[in-house]
């Protein structure tokens, strides 16, 4: 199947979401690309999978079918992981070749090279050294390029830059698939970004016209008619993942209920590792949005295991809950993209 008839990428949030999308796709013969981030899957941790286990897990899924799914790395650059803070650039860049090494050994269909939190007079350097490495090691692996660390309100900057963006990524036209762009979409607990039609047309038409496709990220909370409008403007696919998470957190705590002492615990140990502070637009006070955004960071930690022991114990139907929901996500992006 063409990279162009993969319309949506999933952040892999936790093993049931990624259960729940694979389902979607089988049932709805509805092609899915899986986009794992350094800090949920990587080489040697991730608080989703490692970098084999996530592989391992979606191919061995009853609903995995190999035409339908796409295994890809998110915004493989410096930085972009947490663990990144506490080691030097050199120890980054490092790190993001031995993300690339073990991506490229377990047989990733696609990774995207991010070097935009890198200082400007390093990023072509850098990026010609992430992609020639990935290269090296599998000449035809598919590329994605390009960054959208969105300010939600201004595309002037992206639109004088994609000129030079695609210039660059020329040379590797052979494996570069999507260029990623700002479009003015900004995910937080909702959708807070401006989209801007024209300035989408625009950029759109120049990346088509040099025969990419364009990937928007940040498009989290859309209605079908939102993604229709994105659609509509030239985006040929985008990516959600804290949504994801957000709709597990949000089954877990309707089946509350059923481990209300547990949920509690979790709820408390979740807010007082401020993760949410990523996830909520200033001015939000309430816990509730807090720990809705935020745990699935840590559905691995005692207090998150605990939960899914007494899920599993009791046999509770949390898992056909959890699809429900998903399903209602994902509605809104396949719809939008149907012919």
């Known amino acids: 199947m063409e990279w162009s008839q993969f319309k949506l990428g999933v952040g892999p949030m936790s093993p049931e979401v ?66 990144d803070k506490l080691i030097t650039y050199d120890e980054t860049v490092k790190a993001c070749k031995l993300t690339i090494k073990h991506d490229i050994e377990n047989n990733f269909d696609l990774l995207h090279i991010d070097i935009s939190r890198v200082e400007n007079s390093k990023q072509n350097d850098l990026a010609k050294e992430l992609i020639e490495y990935a290269l090296s090691l599998n000449p035809d692996i598919a590329l994605e390029f390009g960054s959208e660390d969105n300010t939600g309100q201004n595309l002037y900057d992206t639109l004088a830059t994609v000129d030079k963006q695609i210039a660059f990524v020329k040379t590797y036209k052979k494996n570069v698939k999507f260029l990623v762009n700002q479009t003015g979409s900004l995910t937080k607990h909702i959708q807070v970004g401006i989209f801007n039609k024209e300035l989408c047309t625009e950029i759109s038409q120049k990346i088509h016209n040099a025969g990419f496709l364009l990937k928007e990220h940040n498009t989290d909370y859309l209605n079908v008619n939102q993604v229709k409008m994105h659609k509509e403007c030239g985006v040929d696919s985008v990516n ?6 957000y709709t597990h957190t949000y089954v877990l705590s309707k089946m509350g209920h059923h481990y209300r002492s547990e949920l509690n615990k979790f709820r408390q140990y ?26 699935h960071y840590f559905f691995n930690s005692e207090y998150g295991m605990l939960i899914n022991e007494i899920i599993s114990k009791k046999r509770l139907s949390f898992n056909e809950m959890l699809y429900n929901e998903i399903a209602i996500v994902l509605d809104q992006y396949r719809l939008g993209y149907r012919e």
């Open 18 to 83: 990624v259960d729940s999308c694979l389902k979607y796709s089988k049932t709805h013969n509805f092609p899915i690309m899986i986009i794992a981030s350094r800090n949920q899957v990587d080489y040697n941790s991730g608080y989703a999978f490692n970098t084999e286990e996530l592989v391992q897990y979606v191919k061995a899924n009853s609903y995995y079918c190999s035409n339908l799914i796409k295994i890809c790395r998110d915004h493989c650059g410096p930085y972009f992981a947490d663990a």
């Open 240 to 245: 959600i993942a804290p949504q994801l998470g």
């Open 270 to 295: 979740v807010l007082e590792r401020n993760m949410w502070q990523k996830w909520v637009v200033d001015g939000v006070q309430d816990d509730d949005t807090k720990f809705l955004t935020s745990a």
